[in-house]
C-alpha cells in the first residue's frame, strides 16, 4: 500500500468540563467527557520516493513547520528510526480542513491523531495504540483521546480514560467566529480550579437519555471565555433557547443536544445568518478504526 485517502479527522464535544486543580507545573487536572462527533476534518497521506515530509494543502496562519499534523509525521518517523534503524520514505499529506482552530472542538489534535494512526499503518510501524498516545501527549493535550478512539471519560491532564456509551443523539453546533487561545484561558485569575471530582455513576444514568449530559455538570472555562470573548457568549445565549447550551473546551464553538436529526434542522434554520452552524450525530468510536 502505497497511499490512504479519506482519512477521517473527526471532532470532539466536551459534554462537561471541571477543573479540579492545578499541577506543580500549571497544568491543570481536569475530568472531561470526551464525545466524538460525525463532523470533522479529512486528510489524504500518499508516500514519496524520497524521505521529506510534506503538507501538500495551504492551511492559512499555520506555517508547514508548526503544523500539528507535520510535526506528528515527524515525530513517528524519528521514532521508527529509532527502532529499526531505516528511515521510513517520505510522505505528502494533503488535508481538507473542516474544522475552525480554536474552537475548542480539537481539530488540530484530531488532525496530528489521525495522522499517527495513518503512518502507523502505511508504514506498517508496529506501534501499540498505547506507544502511539505517548508519542502524541506532548504534541497537544486532545491527542490521546483521539488515538484512544472511543468517547471517554478522561481525567487528570487527559491521559486517563475509560470508554463511555454515548448517548445516543445529534448536536447542533454554532461557531461564534472567534479564535480562542486555550492558554490564556486556562492562565486567567478568574477561572475556579476547585470543582469537587466526580465518579462515572454520577451521570451514567444521563448518558441513557437523548439529551446529551443535559442537566450534568458544566464546562469551568465557560465563565473567563464568555467574558475575554462576548461573541460567545451571545451564542450561548441564543442557544439556550432550544436546551442545554454549553461550550466545548476552551471555546469558541458552543453546542446543544436534540433528539433527533429533524430536531437539528428545525433549530439550524433559525441561527442567525451571521454564524457559522451545522449538525452532527453522536459517535461511540472513531470512524478511522473501521479503515485501518
Ligand atoms: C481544554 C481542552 O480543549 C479539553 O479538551 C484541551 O485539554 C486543550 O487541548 P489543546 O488545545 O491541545 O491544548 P495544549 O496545546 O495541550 O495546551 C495549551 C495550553 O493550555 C494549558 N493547559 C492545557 C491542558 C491542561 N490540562 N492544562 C492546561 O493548563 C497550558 O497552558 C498549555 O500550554
Ligand atoms: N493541523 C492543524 N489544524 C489546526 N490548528 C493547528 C494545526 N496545526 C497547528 N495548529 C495550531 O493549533 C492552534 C489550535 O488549533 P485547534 O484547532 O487544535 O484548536 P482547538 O479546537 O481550540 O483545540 P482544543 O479543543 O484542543 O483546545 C491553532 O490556532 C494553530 O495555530
Known amino acids: 500500500m502505497t497511499s ?3 482519512c477521517p479527522a473527526p471532532a470532539k464535544l466536551n459534554l462537561f468540563l471541571h477543573v479540579n486543580g492545578r499541577r506543580a507545573d500549571g497544568y491543570h487536572l481536569l475530568q472531561t467527557v470526551f464525545q466524538l462527533i460525525d463532523h470533522g476534518d479529512t486528510l489524504h497521506f500518499e508516500l514519496r520516493d524520497d524521505d521529506a515530509i510534506r503538507r501538500v494543502t495551504d492551511l492559512p496562519g499555520v506555517p508547514e513547520e508548526s503544523d500539528l499534523i507535520i510535526r506528528a509525521a515527524r515525530l513517528l518517523q524519528a521514532e521508527v528510526l ?13 488535508i481538507d480542513k473542516v474544522l475552525p482552530m480554536g474552537g475548542g472542538l480539537g481539530g488540530g489534535s484530531s488532525d496530528a491523531a489521525t495522522t499517527l494512526m495513518a ?7 508496529g506501534l501499540s495504540k498505547e506507544e502511539l498516545m505517548a508519542l502524541g501527549l506532548p504534541l497537544g493535550a486532545d491527542i490521546p483521546f483521539f488515538i484512544f478512539g472511543e468517547t471517554a471519560f478522561a481525567e487528570g491532564v487527559g491521559e486517563a480514560m475509560r470508554p463511555v456509551q454515548a448517548p445516543d443523539c445529534w448536536y447542533v453546533v454554532i461557531e461564534p467566529g472567534v479564535a480562542v487561545p486555550t492558554a490564556a484561558i486556562f492562565c486567567s485569575e478568574h477561572l475556579t480550579r476547585d470543582t469537587p471530582v466526580v465518579i462515572i455513576t454520577d451521570f451514567s444514568s444521563h448518558l441513557e437519555n437523548r ?3 443535559k442537566g450534568f455538570g458544566k464546562n469551568d472555562l465557560q465563565q473567563v471565555a464568555t467574558k475575554l470573548f462576548p461573541p460567545v457568549a451571545e451564542a450561548i445565549e441564543w442557544l439556550s433557547a432550544y436546551g442545554d447550551a454549553r461550550m466545548t473546551g476552551s471555546g469558541a464553538c458552543v453546542f446543544s443536544a436534540v433528539a433527533t436529526e429533524a430536531e437539528a434542522d428545525a433549530v439550524l434554520a433559525k441561527v442567525p445568518a451571521k454564524w457559522k452552524a451545522w449538525k452532527a450525530k453522536a459517535l461511540n468510536r472513531h470512524p478511522i ?3 485501518l
Do not use: E, H, M, Y
Not at 503512518?119 to 510501524?125: I, Y
Open 82 to 94: 529509532r527502532r529499526t534503524g531505516a528511515l521510513p520514505r517520505g510522505v505528502d499529506i494533503a
Open 119 to 125: 503512518l502507523n499503518s502505511l508504514w506498517q510501524a
Open 289 to 291: 478504526i473501521a479503515k
Open 211 to 213: 439529551n446529551g449530559l
Open 4 to 6: 490512504l485517502k479519506n
